[in-house]
């Protein structure tokens, strides 16, 4: 079971762009936002565990 960690960098509608902090990376991955916590905002941390996303 793996986990990581993202942080939300932006939100455009129904998708948030997030940024994984775990591991040094430039990459964004682009996730919808009916698969996130709906409490999110931009600069929050989430953790990604069992293909779930919760707010750290």
Do not use: H
């Not at 939300?8 to 997030?18: C, M, P, Q, R, T």
């Not at 919808?32 to 929050?44: D, H, S, V, W």
């Amino acid at each position: 079971m793996e986990t990581w960690f993202y942080e939300v960098v932006s939100i455009d509608g129904d998708y948030a762009n997030l940024k994984r902090t775990d591991i040094e990376s430039d990459e964004l991955k682009l996730v919808a936002r009916a698969l996130l916590p709906a409490e999110i905002y931009e600069g929050c941390r989430l953790k990604y565990e069992l293909m779930q996303y919760e707010l750290v």
